[in-house]
């Protein structure tokens, strides 16, 4: 038998779980300086909730579906946390603009490989019922704060405009909007598969010679500067990409982030639903994707509501944002462990004052852990290193007669003694 978790799913040690909880509090710290609210949905929602709100791709190979042996019904584990934020709406309509955040895991049947899982964490953030562009800019910029906040420095937000991809396009290749999805899809992968594999899988479609030099073209005019591609774009009568244009423009124009801002028009975003800005934060060292993106999807949540509701969001990817960070060294394993401090019974009839103690540093504050079984300062203070914990508490025949407590620091080796009524002002050496 194998002790291994399902492919692409992986264990967390105390160590890990410490370090990403951290990350948690101080991206909630972040969302809820800007007003979002916590929200909470389920892990697992009907198959139809999810059905036709992703692409082909991700409906065909990447959900998690199932139906259970003793139901008709078919379930789905969540593949984002968008979606289920749309059903959410359309069944409480909340006061708008509705601003929430969520942290949970949600699953894909991605090809496992490095900073790619297929359970992993999403930590979201979206505004409800918001036009453009103030809301998108606040996403933005909430983003950058989340990453300065971990003190990254060097990071890129690539920003571009689906109705700037879909002018462009559609004026010059037109194809059917399948294709058009397909070719999306395809430009998606630039980063991936590179300029070359971009060109073969577009041939592989069956695009005449022409119209792949025209997307060549574009991917070419991605690489200039911001200001060379707005200048590039406001040449177009296409009313899809002067709203773009705006949007960009907006952007950099109230953007705090503005200088992390590179406009991308190679920048897709796999996902059909995207209406308007999509973004993706990504890192100069490690090469591990993007750890952040979202947009704009005006039309998703009026598939549940049957009503226009605008919305614009983002999600961070908190394991590869965890990975990258320990990788540059901005993240690191401090902590093994939440017990501050282990008390240590020497023998069986200081059984019931050890328990005192512990208790009483319990109520002041420390995590405290306490062996159940009596045994020799060398053996318990060796179990409490094994365990990575700081401190030892000795109580002993001495302690025990004289209401005090050794206290010993086991990175100094430092004693101390103190009586019991003096545990709070233990604490100052701990906390």
Partial sequence: MSFLPP?????????????????????????????FDPLETPIVEKWETLKGKYGDEAENRLIWRFQLPYSEKWFALRYDLTVPLARFY??????LPFKRYQIGRV????????????????????IVGAKEPFADIEIIDMMCEVFKAFNFSEFTIKLNDRRILKGLFE?????????????????????????????????ETGLAEEKISYISEILEIAEFKNEEILEFLRKFENEEVKKGVELLEACLDYSKAKHHIKIDLSLVRGLD???????????EKPRIGSLSGGGRYDNLIGMFAREEVPAVGGSIGVERLIDAGLETGIFKIEKYTIVDAGVIPLSESVMKYAWEVASELRKSGINTLILYEPTTPVKGI???????????????????????????????????????DE?????????
């Fill in 7 to 35: 492919k692409g799913m992986r264990d967390s040690p105390p160590k890990i779980k410490i370090l990403r909880e951290k990350v948690f509090e101080k991206i909630k710290t972040v969302f809820e300086r800007f007003g």
């Fill in 90 to 95: 359309a069944r409480f309509k909340p006061a």
């Fill in 107 to 126: 699953y894909r049947y991605e090809d496992p490989q490095k900073g790619r899982y297929r359970e992993f964490y999403q930590c979201d953030a979206d």
């Fill in 171 to 203: 004026d010059k290749l037109n194809v059917e909007p399948e294709t058009m999805l397909k070719i999306f899809r395809i430009v998606d992968k630039l980063d991936k598969i590179g300029k070359e594999g971009v060109i073969n899988e577009l041939k």
């Fill in 273 to 283: 639903y995207y209406t308007g800005m999509i973004y993706e934060i990504v890192v």
């Fill in 382 to 420: 060796k179990r409490l290193e094994k365990k990575k914990i700081s401190y030892a508490v000795l109580i002993g025949e001495k302690e025990a007669s004289s209401k005090t407590l050794t206290f010993q620091n086991l990175e100094t080796r430092e004693r101390k003694e103190y009586k019991f």
């Fill in 423 to 431: 545990i709070e002002k233990l604490t100052k050496e701990i906390l």
